[in-house]
């Protein structure tokens, strides 16, 4: 009944009566079976869709209930007849058996969801869009081979199966083909016929029914089969999504339109942006107007379109929303039968009989911009599941794709909804497989459609020469450029695969190639700059675009070029329409006449730094990389005659991208300063590893392409003509010409022009790694990209992967040849693996490589200078050797013999000679030297191979004749023009040139060995006459000799001089040294330190090898701490890092103190959540057992005077109030909390703790005034026992009890008017007093105040609460601090197995003893009666004295907590009425060792009652007569005891493991309570606690004067302790437990852990996927956040998953961390792989994940996709980060070292 609710009453009947099998019977007989379904949906679908107009929009229960009665009906009524037609009997039975005896399907096309992970193999997969689902690819070879792993954005399907897709491999174990060659090809005739028949009769409407009704326009009607048969008149204010508006403004909007709360807004809004549409008002049509006119009206504010609101039949709605529903159905029923799933395909895309004649999916395709996103997401889901999982029926909707894609890609870019959601995103799925896609080129022409239809939509922005020319661009103009790209997108998808076979491809690609063209002749030379020389550019020109479109051609244009070269017909002609192209956009000019060195040629009067000049030369470069191809194919030798370059010369080839290359040059040199910053982002792009493949490199080939086909010399003038240092050669007259007719910048300048120049020829001859210009593979160049990027630094893979050029299709090749050329060096703990170069690959070094940028040069040079020097070689660099040219390119070596180059090089030699040049600079020089080394090299290797009678390259011969080209203004001086021989000789004699010695001694070598090569042939030319001469060689030796001896005399005297003025500074101040001197003589006899050294104990005999902590016999003090200071007369001095001044440390001198951070934490909480968001919901003064929350502190250790640090914060909150009106506030602390950063350290703190030593006198250096007797017994200094029978522990908790039961009566008294005047104190009220009372301690008033200002804090953080020093818990926090910070330093050593003496760090030591000295100096701050007050509730509590109210049993409580608050609270009670006083040490040692006895002895009960035995421990044999023996006993005795006195059954029988068991559950709280003793009396730890061995417990146990074995106490005390015991024991929280009702911790405590995460992280990611948004419907989340403390997946970034906290709206990490962790968040995000770290409301960074891949690095973002496995280091060093509470410091450094002005919106996370 409950499913009728929703229905009118008259229809309820109905409802209940209803079966679908006779609905089914009655449309079997119906003739007009389409008219029939149509009647029964207009009926049913309004009124079964009335529970969806009515829900809720809240996800409360009601709208949950409303929800499943909703699917309900629509299965009952709608869906289910459909199944019992199309089965004619049970459906589920039906498709269960068609799902059985169907084959599975041959492709998986599991479509992915949102963040699910996807594998792709690097080695087989064809690109990278081909992927495997988890399932698939765990069964597949691939899970060997190197993959690549993502996470899904949503959409796209599994690839397995697919035989196109995968070059091996293609099927996983669950998809291969079947092998039963009877079983025949059709699916659908596996179908009985009858079914088959209803199916396509069924379809065929269902499909028609959907597409009507999801593109019907109509807002009020219905189409024409179906009706609305109520008259209601009900309407519904539909909203839909855009990608404009923002979450805030439809959240606002909504409030005021609908008049609904703000959850209820959000609720609203979330379902908008999930389904793209949702109903946000249900009633009359009025006021559905009305809400949409206040929406429109509040969202076309700020010059933005309004929200899209639409006023529907309440009927329209109801069919809409099952017509996604019937296609959803649909999609489930085709799942369990290929038979059904070929129906579905051939009714889908069957034409219809409309004016369109379109498919009932075609027309979803063609309306679906105008769909909304749910109704997109549907029928994309159907078609995924259908059409493109049938290779015919894909081919068919390719087709018809391919047909109105100018339609589809229009309407998407009108449209404003993301790609994802859009059908061009289909694309994908079509254009990668390389048959349809090479089909859909030749039978529609596709490549020249989109070509022309991405030019088309750049008409607008073309100038008059037809250039495009692209204006800084409105935000509506961007997103229409932004929806461009993606046209581009699709280009490349169809040109990923080479055709094999090209038949008819070849005319349609060059159709397309043509387009190509007219779109590369409007990029080439587009957006010209010309240089400005008066003054600056006062606006920036639009840059960005141009570079964008030149990145997004680049992958284009190298696909289209590996096209070309797969058949040498579509090459050929390619470059032929390539060369017509260029010539059509060739610039005419007036030509000049240049001669040099008898060289003479024509060129144009074009001068760079004048005339207008581009950096876009798409045409240029891809005839040079074509050029290269016909060289590589060999097309040029078989042919020659088919490559003619018409009305191309090589001059105006290489014009072009020439005048490129000197633009870069003169903006080098600094030319250009004035053009602004968007020609220097341009020159930084062309040769950026993102572009330079397609454009740096380019125009060096087609330089180098120009050079081979030109005359050298004139190839030469040509450069030297267009980079302008044409007039510098040919005369003498230039250097003279500098400083008169020659500006010093005009200098700078060309010297810059020419070391480029020159850099420029070394390229253009050295540079042959490219296969069709050199001989060489892929391999060859990928494997010289790695030696020079491995020759600056060693590398990490990722920083390796970045400098390596990558393409849309192939990968850099990296791996295939990197453990060849460097060794793999593993990572740490930090850091990342890196590879190191290989010594035999030094010499393949090229220390002018052209990738190199000014920077990287300088640092490879370095680096190998260095470790030349390491390997004691000569520091030089000559060029690596060379690979041979191909023949096309032999004549390219020529230019290295060129007269013009010759004489360039000659001129440049003169200029270094001359020491009043100023004309050359070093780096030239080194330029000169490379290209002669580069000629000589070119020279030795064509002697060797080819003799000297073949060999044409005659470069040392030229040397050896005078410098050509100024022969005639030497001969008119009266001299001889020198030879470059000559002149490199003569630099040798130049000292300016020590640097360059070693480069000119290995090239006049090499001169050398030539010489002797060609001498053996008899033709080598006469020497010039040389008269006998040291060798260079030896000449370099003395003269390093004779350097090296100067330097040594000019040490010596240097030495004496210092020497000298010392003795005679000691002369002058000689009392002043011999002071200084003593006093450090001192220091060092008292082993003091004043660094930060930790305390060392030196182990020593007698008493000090043994110290004892506590009682009338605890040893003296140990070491001073850290930092501090002892001088001879005992003051103790520490020094201010503010001001650094020294100050003694005492408690009437100046204050000094620490900084501090204190923090709340549940790193050893039991159950986090029970208090974290409250502290007061438990009692703080008896802490519970399982530490719900604590307060800890942490200390960097540095010291300031108290009044240093308070003018230090005052000044960092004035800077702080005045950054209010910056652009941001300070991320990094918070200044309201009173947080601060160190001013040394920049660690986080929040206050300062007063610094305070123990009090370290020995108990016997203190005069006491007592009775005789009593002192005649502390003078004798007894042993401890002979003090236990002195003063037994009955006698001791006797007077105490009676001075606490006085205390209480006068505490209850003190509120009554006049009540303490009769009060009647007990009997024994002052008998502790018996061993004396003392005055309390004095404080100066800058020390109080800093008392008062910790306990505020430690009161203020950990109670969440407004400061305020008069309340009564103030104390009680300080106590606490102190006990929870010893207690997480403890865990975290006993975690670490580290022993305690010798573990702690400095930091932690000086924090410990800082709080050990404040905690009881506090007290002095604190009112007596509050003192008093929980002094009498904690010995109440040890007594369990029923008497005190809300007293809990030993089992609830933490006892360590206990101790401390007992001792540092104890001295309290020796107070009467308004006189403070204290006890003496004597009183006080006794009064220590007690109260730990005592509460050791309910700590050995705490466990006994709690603990759990393992009966399957090995059983120990020990003799019966060892001393262990007898311990096993008297603790099993005491167990029993305990087990009858708690009703407990004994359910242990082994005596060894209940002693194991204690021993282990007993050592933290010794561990902690030696700790506590240490740092707060002074007492020097045993040396033997430098171990973590079996021996510490004895060494605790004599430490704190317990015995070793503890039963003994409750022998000793017996009398004493057995009243307790029975009250212990008869609890009633025990009697709770005992019954199974309460939850106890057991010991000894576990320290908390972080989550067990997988060893792969894909499986996590697969995890994550699984998540949905527990308050959006099922929405898929996207970004799913795990908690790494609990395990606990949250949504964050979610509007819907905000929470309340503190009165404000936080994301899902934020409430969670601040339950989970008291505000601290550890999280990982799992899409992102990336650690977040949180520290309250509005703090977090993010944190290198625990997650590396094979080379050690981390992959936030999974930008490489290389497979990620658990580093457990990694963790481990994150989990202790946590355990150390170093999470808020880690977030303050990490937000200072990363200040920007955009910050994470932490708050929302």
Same mark, same amino acid.
Request: glycine fraction near 6%.
């Given at each position: 009944?409950?499913?009728?609710?929703?229905?009118?009453?008259?229809?309820?009947?109905?409802?209940?009566?209803?079966?679908?099998?006779?609905?089914?019977?009655?449309?079997?007989?119906?003739?007009?079976?389409?008219?029939?379904?149509?009647?029964?949906?207009?009926?049913?679908?309004?009124?079964?869709?009335? =529970?969806?107009?009515?829900?809720?929009?809240?996800?409360?229960?009601?709208?949950?209930?409303?929800?499943?009665?909703?699917?309900?009906?629509?299965?009952?009524?709608?869906?289910?007849?459909?199944?019992?037609?199309?089965?004619?009997?049970?459906?589920?039975?039906?498709?269960?058996?068609?799902?059985?005896?169907?084959?599975?399907?041959?492709?998986?096309?599991?479509?992915?969801?949102?963040?699910?992970?996807? $594998?792709? %193999?690097?080695?087989?997969?064809?690109?990278?869009?081909?992927?495997?689902?988890?399932?698939?690819?765990?069964?597949?070879?691939?899970?060997?081979?190197?993959?690549?792993?993502?996470?899904?954005?949503?959409?796209?399907?599994?690839?397995?199966?697919?035989?196109?897709?995968?070059?091996?491999?293609?099927?996983?174990?669950?998809?291969?083909?079947?092998?039963?060659?009877?079983?025949?090809?059709?699916?659908?005739?596996?179908?009985?016929?009858?079914?088959?028949?209803?199916?396509?009769?069924?379809?065929?409407?269902?499909?028609?029914?959907?597409?009507?009704?999801?593109?019907?326009?109509?807002?009020?009607?219905?189409?024409?089969?179906?009706?609305?048969?109520?008259?209601?008149?009900?309407?519904?204010?539909?909203?839909?999504?855009?990608?404009?508006?923002?979450?805030?403004?439809?959240?606002?909007?909504?409030?005021?339109?609908?008049?609904?709360?703000?959850?209820?807004?959000?609720?609203?809004?979330?379902?908008?942006?999930?389904?793209?549409?949702?109903?946000?008002?249900?009633?009359?049509?009025?006021?559905?107007?009305?809400?949409?006119?206040?929406?429109?009206?509040?969202?076309?504010?700020?010059?933005?379109?309004?929200?899209?609101?639409?006023?529907?039949?309440?009927?329209?709605?109801?069919?809409?929303?099952?017509?996604?529903?019937?296609?959803?159905?649909?999609?489930?029923?085709?799942?369990?039968?290929?038979?059904?799933?070929?129906?579905?395909?051939?009714?889908?895309?069957?034409?219809?009989?409309?004016?369109?004649?379109?498919?009932?999916?075609?027309?979803?395709?063609?309306?679906?911009?105008?769909?909304?996103?749910?109704?997109?997401?549907?029928?994309?889901?159907?078609?995924?599941?259908?059409?493109?999982?049938?290779?015919?029926?894909?081919?068919?909707?390719?087709?018809?794709? =391919?047909?109105?894609?100018?339609?589809?890609?229009?309407?998407?870019?009108?449209?404003?909804?993301?790609?994802?959601?859009?059908?061009?995103?289909?694309?994908?799925?079509?254009?990668?497989?390389?048959?349809?896609?090479?089909?859909?080129?030749?039978?529609?022409?596709?490549?020249?459609?989109?070509?022309?239809?991405?030019?088309?939509?750049?008409?607008?922005?073309?100038?008059?020469?037809?250039?495009?020319?692209?204006?800084?661009?409105?935000?509506?103009?961007?997103?229409?450029?932004?929806?461009?790209?993606?046209?581009?997108?699709?280009?490349?998808?169809?040109?990923?695969?080479?055709?094999?076979?090209?038949?008819?491809?070849?005319?349609?690609?060059?159709?397309?190639?043509?387009?190509?063209?007219?779109?590369?002749?409007?990029?080439?030379?587009?957006?010209?700059?010309?240089?400005? +020389?008066?003054?600056?550019?006062?606006?920036?020109?639009?840059?960005?675009?141009?570079?964008?479109?030149?990145?997004?051609?680049?992958?284009?244009?190298?696909?289209?070029?590996?096209?070309?070269?797969?058949?040498?017909?579509?090459?050929?002609?390619?470059?032929?329409?390539?060369?017509?192209?260029?010539?059509?956009?060739?610039?005419?000019?007036?030509?000049?006449?240049?001669?040099?060195?008898?060289?003479?040629?024509?060129?144009?009067?074009?001068?760079?730094?004048?005339?207008?000049?581009?950096?876009?030369?798409?045409?240029?470069?891809?005839?040079?990389?074509?050029?290269?191809?016909?060289?590589?194919?060999?097309?040029?030798?078989?042919?020659?005659?088919?490559?003619?370059?018409?009305?191309?010369?090589?001059?105006?080839?290489?014009?072009?991208?020439?005048?490129?290359?000197?633009?870069?040059?003169?903006?080098?040199?600094?030319?250009?300063?004035?053009?602004?910053?968007?020609?220097?982002?341009?020159?930084?792009?062309?040769?950026?590893?993102?572009?330079?493949?397609?454009?740096?490199?380019?125009?060096?080939?087609?330089?180098?392409?120009?050079?081979?086909?030109?005359?050298?010399?004139?190839?030469?003038?040509?450069?030297?003509?267009?980079?302008?240092?044409?007039?510098?050669?040919?005369?003498?007259?230039?250097?003279?010409?500098?400083?008169?007719?020659?500006?010093?910048?005009?200098?700078?300048?060309?010297?810059?022009?020419?070391?480029?120049?020159?850099?420029?020829?070394?390229? +253009? +001859?050295?540079?042959?790694?490219?296969?069709?210009?050199?001989?060489?593979?892929?391999?060859?160049?990928?494997?010289?990209?790695?030696?020079?990027?491995?020759?600056?630094?060693?590398?990490?893979?990722?920083?390796?992967?970045?400098?390596?050029?990558?393409?849309?299709?192939?990968?850099?090749?990296?791996?295939?040849?990197?453990?060849?050329? =460097?060794?793999?060096?593993?990572?740490?703990?930090?850091?990342?693996?890196?590879?190191?170069?290989?010594?035999?690959?030094?010499?393949?070094?090229?220390?002018?490589?052209?990738? $190199?940028?000014?920077?990287?040069?300088?640092?490879?040079?370095?680096?190998?200078?260095?470790?030349?020097?390491?390997?004691?070689?000569?520091?030089?660099?000559?060029?690596?050797?060379?690979?041979?040219?191909?023949?096309?390119?032999?004549?390219?070596?020529?230019?290295?013999?060129?007269?013009?180059?010759? %004489?360039?090089?000659?001129?440049?030699?003169?200029?270094?000679?001359?020491?009043?040049?100023?004309?050359?600079?070093?780096?030239?020089?080194?330029?000169?030297?490379?290209?002669?080394?580069?000629?000589?090299?070119?020279?030795?290797?064509?002697?060797?191979?080819?003799?000297?009678?073949?060999?044409?390259?005659?470069?040392?011969?030229?040397?050896?004749?005078?410098?050509?080209?100024?022969?005639?203004?030497?001969?008119?001086?009266?001299?001889?023009?020198?030879?470059?021989?000559?002149?490199?000789?003569?630099?040798?004699?130049?000292?300016?040139?020590?640097?360059?010695?070693?480069?000119?001694?290995?090239?006049?070598?090499?001169?050398?060995?030539?010489?002797?090569?060609?001498?053996?042939?008899?033709?080598?030319?006469?020497?010039?006459?040389?008269?006998?001469?040291?060798?260079?060689?030896?000449?370099?030796?003395?003269?390093?000799?004779?350097?090296?001896?100067?330097?040594?005399?000019?040490?010596?005297?240097?030495?004496?001089?210092?020497?000298?003025?010392?003795?005679?500074?000691?002369?002058?101040?000689?009392?002043?040294?011999?002071?200084?001197?003593?006093?450090?003589?001192?220091?060092?006899?008292?082993?003091?330190?004043?660094?930060?050294?930790?305390?060392?104990?030196?182990?020593?005999?007698?008493?000090? =090898?043994?110290?004892?902590?506590?009682?009338?016999?605890?040893?003296?003090?140990?070491?001073?701490?850290?930092?501090?200071?002892?001088?001879?007369?005992?003051?103790?001095?520490?020094?201010?890092?503010?001001?650094?001044?020294?100050?003694?440390?005492?408690?009437?001198?100046?204050?000094?103190?620490?900084?501090?951070?204190?923090?709340?934490?549940?790193?050893?909480?039991?159950?986090?959540?029970?208090?974290?968001?409250?502290?007061?919901?438990?009692?703080?003064?008896?802490?519970?057992?399982?530490?719900?929350?604590?307060?800890?502190?942490?200390?960097?250790?540095?010291?300031?005077?108290?009044?240093?640090?308070?003018?230090?914060?005052?000044?960092?909150?004035?800077?702080?109030?005045?950054?209010?009106?910056?652009?941001?506030?300070?991320?990094?602390?918070?200044?309201?909390?009173?947080?601060?950063?160190?001013?040394?350290?920049?660690?986080?703190?929040?206050?300062?703790?007063?610094?305070?030593?123990?009090?370290?006198?020995?108990?016997?250096?203190?005069?006491?005034?007592?009775?005789?007797?009593?002192?005649?017994?502390?003078?004798?200094?007894?042993?401890?026992?002979?003090?236990?029978?002195?003063?037994?522990?009955?006698?001791?908790?006797?007077?105490?009890?009676?001075?606490?039961?006085?205390?209480?009566?006068?505490?209850?008294?003190?509120?009554?008017?006049?009540?303490?005047?009769?009060?009647?104190?007990?009997?024994?009220?002052?008998?502790?007093?018996?061993?004396?009372?003392?005055?309390?301690?004095?404080?100066?008033?800058?020390?109080?105040?800093?008392?008062?200002?910790?306990?505020?804090?430690?009161?203020?953080?950990?109670?969440?609460?407004?400061?305020?020093?008069?309340?009564?818990?103030?104390?009680?926090?300080?106590?606490?601090? %102190?006990?929870?910070?010893?207690?997480?330093?403890?865990?975290?050593?006993?975690? *670490?197995?580290?022993?305690?003496?010798?573990?702690?760090?400095?930091?932690?030591?000086?924090?410990?003893?800082?709080?050990?000295?404040?905690?009881?100096?506090?007290?002095?701050?604190?009112?007596?009666?509050?003192?008093?007050?929980?002094?009498?509730?904690?010995?109440?509590?040890?007594?369990?004295?029923?008497?005190?109210?809300?007293?809990?049993?030993?089992?609830?409580?933490?006892?360590?907590?206990?101790?401390?608050?007992?001792?540092?609270?104890?001295?309290?009670?020796?107070?009467?009425?308004?006189?403070?006083?204290?006890?003496?040490?004597?009183?006080?040692?006794?009064?220590?060792?007690?109260?730990?006895?005592?509460?050791?002895?309910?700590?050995?009960?705490?466990?006994?009652?709690?603990?759990?035995?393992?009966?399957?421990?090995?059983?120990?044999?020990?003799?019966?007569?060892?001393?262990?023996?007898?311990?096993?006993?008297?603790?099993?005795?005491?167990?029993?005891?305990?087990?009858?006195?708690?009703?407990?059954?004994?359910?242990?029988?082994?005596?060894?493991?209940?002693?194991?068991?204690?021993?282990?559950?007993?050592?933290?709280?010794?561990?902690?309570?030696?700790?506590?003793?240490?740092?707060?009396?002074?007492?020097?730890?045993?040396?033997?606690?430098?171990?973590?061995?079996?021996?510490?417990?004895?060494?605790?146990?004599?430490?704190?004067?317990?015995?070793?074995?503890?039963?003994?106490?409750?022998?000793?005390?017996?009398?004493?302790?057995?009243?307790?015991?029975?009250?212990?024991?008869?609890?009633?929280?025990?009697?709770?437990?005992?019954?199974?009702?309460?939850?106890?911790?057991?010991?000894?405590?576990?320290?908390?852990?972080?989550?067990?995460?997988?060893?792969?992280?894909?499986?996590?990611?697969?995890?994550?996927?699984?998540?949905? %948004?527990?308050?959006?419907?099922? *929405?898929?989340?996207?970004?799913?956040?795990?908690?790494?403390?609990?395990?606990?997946?949250?949504?964050?970034?979610?509007?819907?998953?905000?929470?309340?906290?503190?009165?404000?709206?936080?994301?899902?990490?934020?409430?969670?961390?601040?339950?989970?962790?008291?505000?601290?968040?550890?999280?990982?995000?799992?899409?992102?792989?990336?650690?977040?770290?949180?520290?309250?409301?509005?703090?977090?960074?993010?944190?290198?994940?625990?997650?590396?891949?094979?080379?050690?690095?981390?992959?936030?973002?999974?930008?490489?996709?290389?497979?990620?496995?658990?580093?457990?280091?990694?963790?481990?060093?994150?989990?202790?980060?946590?355990?150390?509470?170093?999470?808020?410091?880690?977030?303050?450094?990490?937000?200072?070292?990363?200040?920007?002005?955009?910050?994470?919106?932490?708050?929302?996370?």
């Amino acid at each position: 009944m409950a499913a009728a609710l929703f229905l009118m009453p008259d229809e309820v009947n109905r409802c209940v009566d209803f079966s679908a099998k006779d609905v089914a019977a009655a449309w079997t007989d119906e003739p007009d079976l389409c008219s029939a379904i149509s009647n029964h949906f207009s009926k049913y679908v309004p009124c079964v869709s009335n =529970a969806l107009s009515t829900s809720s929009t809240a996800p409360t229960a009601a709208s949950i209930g409303k929800s499943k009665n909703e699917e309900f009906l629509y299965q009952h009524l709608l869906l289910e007849p459909l199944g019992w037609f199309l089965c004619a009997e049970d459906p589920e039975t039906v498709l269960s058996h068609l799902s059985q005896s169907s084959q599975p399907p041959q492709l998986c096309g599991h479509v992915f969801h949102m963040g699910e992970p996807t $594998y792709s %193999c690097r080695e087989c997969a064809v690109d990278p869009t081909c992927v495997l689902c988890m399932d698939c690819f765990q069964q597949s070879i691939h899970k060997t081979h190197r993959y690549r792993m993502n996470t899904s954005s949503g959409g796209g399907f599994c690839d397995c199966g697919d035989v196109e897709a995968w070059k091996h491999g293609p099927y996983c174990q669950q998809h291969r083909p079947h092998s039963d060659p009877g079983l025949p090809l059709d699916p659908v005739s596996l179908l009985p016929s009858d079914l088959a028949c209803r199916a396509r009769e069924l379809f065929s409407i269902c499909l028609c029914y959907a597409s009507d009704l999801l593109t019907w326009e109509g807002v009020d009607s219905l189409p024409a089969k179906l009706r609305i048969l109520s008259c209601s008149g009900t309407y519904c204010c539909m909203l839909f999504n855009d990608e404009v508006h923002t979450y805030d403004q439809v959240i606002y909007t909504l409030q005021k339109a609908v008049n609904c709360t703000q959850k209820e807004a959000v609720t609203f809004a979330t379902n908008v942006d999930r389904d793209g549409r949702k109903t946000v008002r249900v009633g009359d049509s009025k006021q559905c107007e009305q809400a949409k006119n206040i929406i429109e009206r509040h969202t076309s504010r700020g010059n933005h379109k309004p929200l899209k609101v639409c006023v529907m039949h309440s009927a329209v709605v109801a069919h809409q929303a099952f017509a996604m529903r019937l296609l959803a159905w649909l999609g489930q029923v085709i799942s369990n039968s290929e038979g059904l799933r070929r129906i579905l395909c051939q009714e889908g895309l069957r034409p219809g009989h409309d004016s369109e004649n379109a498919s009932p999916l075609g027309r979803l395709m063609l309306c679906d911009s105008h769909l909304w996103k749910g109704a997109r997401n549907v029928y994309h889901q159907l078609l995924m599941s259908s059409v493109l999982m049938d290779m015919e029926y894909k081919r068919n909707f390719g087709m018809l794709f =391919a047909k109105n894609y100018v339609r589809l890609q229009k309407d998407f870019m009108e449209d404003d909804h993301e790609r994802s959601v859009s059908v061009t995103a289909l694309s994908v799925q079509l254009f990668t497989v390389p048959t349809l896609a090479q089909e859909l080129m030749t039978t529609q022409n596709l490549l020249k459609t989109i070509l022309l239809l991405f030019y088309d939509q750049l008409k607008d922005q073309r100038d008059r020469n037809g250039h495009f020319q692209f204006e800084r661009y409105s935000d509506s103009q961007d997103f229409h450029f932004r929806r461009m790209q993606n046209i581009l997108s699709d280009l490349k998808f169809l040109l990923k695969c080479r055709p094999m076979e090209w038949n008819d491809l070849r005319q349609c690609f060059l159709d397309g190639f043509e387009s190509l063209l007219e779109l590369l002749k409007a990029i080439q030379g587009m957006e010209p700059i010309t240089r400005q +020389v008066s003054h600056h550019l006062e606006v920036e020109p639009e840059w960005e675009t141009a570079v964008s479109l030149q990145m997004q051609l680049s992958p284009i244009l190298t696909m289209v070029q590996d096209w070309c070269a797969s058949d040498e017909l579509v090459l050929v002609e390619a470059y032929r329409r390539s060369l017509a192209a260029l010539s059509s956009c060739q610039d005419e000019g007036p030509m000049e006449q240049l001669i040099l060195c008898g060289h003479s040629m024509e060129a144009g009067q074009y001068i760079v730094s004048q005339r207008p000049v581009s950096i876009h030369l798409p045409l240029s470069r891809l005839i040079a990389g074509l050029h290269v191809l016909l060289s590589k194919t060999g097309v040029a030798y078989q042919s020659p005659t088919l490559i003619p370059l018409g009305d191309m010369s090589p001059p105006s080839l290489i014009e072009q991208p020439l005048r490129c290359l000197a633009l870069v040059a003169q903006e080098r040199a600094g030319m250009w300063r004035r053009n602004g910053f968007s020609l220097v982002n341009q020159v930084y792009y062309y040769q950026n590893v993102r572009c330079r493949r397609e454009m740096f490199d380019k125009d060096i080939m087609m330089l180098q392409v120009g050079a081979s086909m030109m005359d050298p010399n004139h190839f030469i003038m040509l450069l030297l003509k267009r980079f302008e240092v044409f007039p510098m050669f040919g005369s003498l007259d230039y250097p003279r010409n500098i400083g008169s007719d020659i500006a010093k910048d005009a200098v700078q300048h060309n010297a810059t022009l020419l070391e480029e120049l020159l850099h420029l020829i070394i390229m +253009v +001859v050295g540079e042959r790694y490219v296969p069709g210009l050199g001989q060489v593979t892929g391999e060859d160049v990928v494997r010289r990209e790695v030696i020079h990027q491995l020759s600056i630094k060693p590398m990490a893979h990722s920083e390796l992967v970045k400098a390596l050029p990558e393409d849309e299709n192939h990968e850099t090749g990296l791996e295939a040849v990197v453990e060849s050329v =460097a060794t793999f060096r593993k990572p740490g703990v930090t850091g990342k693996g890196v590879y190191v170069l290989k010594s035999e690959c030094m010499k393949n070094f090229n220390i002018l490589f052209y990738h $190199y940028a000014r920077t990287e040069q300088s640092k490879a040079e370095e680096s190998q200078r260095k470790g030349k020097k390491q390997n004691g070689e000569v520091v030089v660099f000559p060029p690596p050797e060379m690979p041979p040219l191909l023949p096309m390119f032999a004549s390219l070596e020529n230019v290295l013999q060129a007269d013009v180059l010759n %004489c360039v090089l000659g001129t440049i030699l003169h200029w270094v000679q001359d020491p009043r040049c100023q004309a050359w600079t070093e780096a030239m020089l080194q330029k000169v030297l490379h290209l002669v080394m580069m000629a000589l090299q070119v020279e030795k290797q064509q002697l060797e191979v080819a003799g000297e009678t073949e060999s044409n390259f005659t470069f040392s011969l030229k040397a050896l004749r005078p410098v050509s080209g100024w022969q005639s203004a030497a001969g008119s001086r009266g001299t001889s023009s020198p030879s470059m021989f000559t002149l490199l000789e003569r630099l040798q004699n130049v000292t300016q040139l020590d640097a360059h010695k070693d480069c000119i001694t290995w090239t006049l070598q090499l001169f050398e060995t030539i010489q002797q090569l060609r001498r053996k042939s008899g033709h080598f030319p006469s020497m010039v006459e040389q008269q006998p001469k040291e060798s260079p060689r030896e000449r370099d030796k003395t003269e390093c000799k004779r350097k090296a001896e100067m330097a040594r005399l000019r040490r010596e005297k240097i030495m004496a001089q210092m020497s000298a003025m010392q003795r005679h500074f000691i002369a002058e101040n000689r009392e002043l040294f011999k002071q200084t001197v003593g006093e450090m003589e001192s220091s060092a006899e008292e082993g003091s330190s004043s660094g930060l050294a930790p305390v060392e104990v030196s182990s020593g005999s007698g008493e000090d =090898a043994c110290p004892v902590a506590i009682g009338p016999c605890r040893s003296g003090p140990g070491a001073l701490g850290t930092g501090v200071t002892e001088r001879g007369n005992g003051r103790r001095v520490m020094c201010c890092i503010l001001c650094q001044e020294e100050q003694e440390t005492s408690p009437t001198a100046t204050a000094m103190v620490l900084a501090a951070f204190v923090q709340r934490s549940t790193v050893m909480a039991g159950t986090r959540a029970r208090a974290a968001l409250d502290p007061g919901a438990f009692d703080q003064l008896l802490m519970p057992a399982d530490v719900p929350c604590g307060t800890h502190t942490t200390s960097c250790g540095h010291v300031m005077h108290a009044h240093c640090w308070q003018s230090f914060f005052e000044a960092v909150q004035a800077k702080e109030q005045r950054r209010q009106h910056r652009l941001r506030a300070h991320t990094s602390y918070d200044i309201d909390n009173g947080e601060f950063l160190c001013p040394l350290c920049q660690c986080i703190s929040n206050t300062v703790i007063p610094i305070l030593f123990c009090s370290h006198g020995d108990v016997g250096s203190w005069q006491l005034s007592f009775c005789s007797e009593e002192a005649q017994m502390f003078r004798q200094k007894l042993p401890l026992e002979s003090w236990l029978e002195k003063l037994p522990m009955a006698t001791w908790l006797e007077n105490l009890t009676c001075r606490v039961s006085g205390l209480h009566v006068m505490l209850q008294r003190a509120t009554e008017p006049g009540g303490l005047s009769i009060v009647e104190v007990p009997q024994g009220f002052r008998n502790i007093h018996n061993f004396g009372i003392m005055t309390p301690l004095r404080y100066s008033e800058s020390m109080q105040a800093m008392l008062a200002t910790f306990g505020t804090a430690a009161f203020h953080v950990g109670l969440k609460t407004h400061p305020n020093e008069q309340d009564p818990r103030v104390p009680v926090m300080v106590w606490n601090t %102190c006990s929870f910070t010893i207690q997480a330093v403890e865990s975290l050593l006993h975690e *670490e197995q580290k022993p305690l003496l010798g573990s702690l760090t400095r930091r932690q030591e000086s924090c410990l003893q800082a709080l050990m000295g404040f905690a009881p100096a506090h007290q002095n701050t604190v009112p007596l009666h509050v003192q008093q007050a929980h002094f009498i509730r904690l010995f109440a509590f040890l007594t369990q004295d029923r008497k005190i109210e809300a007293i809990p049993s030993i089992l609830q409580v933490d006892l360590f907590h206990v101790l401390v608050s007992s001792v540092i609270c104890c001295p309290a009670v020796y107070s009467e009425k308004c006189r403070s006083l204290r006890p003496t040490p004597l009183s006080s040692s006794i009064d220590d060792l007690y109260l730990l006895h005592l509460v050791t002895m309910a700590h050995i009960i705490q466990i006994l009652l709690t603990c759990e035995t393992d009966e399957s421990m090995e059983l120990d044999s020990t003799s019966d007569a060892c001393p262990e023996h007898e311990e096993q006993e008297s603790i099993f005795r005491l167990h029993q005891h305990c087990m009858q006195l708690a009703n407990r059954p004994n359910t242990t029988s082994c005596p060894w493991q209940l002693r194991q068991m204690l021993r282990a559950a007993v050592l933290p709280f010794l561990r902690c309570a030696a700790l506590f003793f240490h740092f707060l009396l002074g007492a020097p730890l045993p040396s033997g606690l430098q171990g973590t061995g079996p021996e510490q417990f004895d060494l605790l146990c004599h430490y704190l004067s317990l015995p070793t074995n503890l039963t003994m106490l409750f022998d000793t005390y017996r009398e004493t302790v057995d009243p307790l015991l029975h009250r212990w024991c008869n609890a009633e929280a025990v009697r709770s437990f005992q019954q199974g009702q309460m939850v106890v911790i057991r010991y000894p405590r576990k320290m908390n852990k972080m989550v067990h995460l997988p060893q792969d992280y894909s499986s996590l990611i697969n995890k994550a996927s699984r998540f949905r %948004c527990p308050h959006s419907d099922g *929405e898929d989340n996207r970004t799913p956040t795990l908690c790494l403390v609990c395990g606990t997946i949250l949504c964050s970034q979610c509007y819907s998953c905000q929470a309340e906290l503190d009165g404000e709206d936080v994301g899902a990490c934020i409430a969670h961390s601040a339950i989970c962790g008291a505000g601290i968040g550890i999280f990982l995000r799992v899409r992102e792989c990336q650690t977040l770290l949180l520290c309250g409301k509005n703090k977090g960074c993010f944190y290198p994940p625990p997650y590396l891949d094979e080379y050690g690095e981390t992959d936030q973002l999974l930008r490489r996709g290389n497979p990620l496995l658990l580093c457990l280091e990694r963790y481990h060093k994150l989990q202790r980060l946590w355990h150390l509470h170093a999470i808020p410091e880690e977030i303050a450094h990490a937000q200072e070292a990363n200040q920007s002005f955009t910050t994470n919106d932490w708050q929302h996370l």
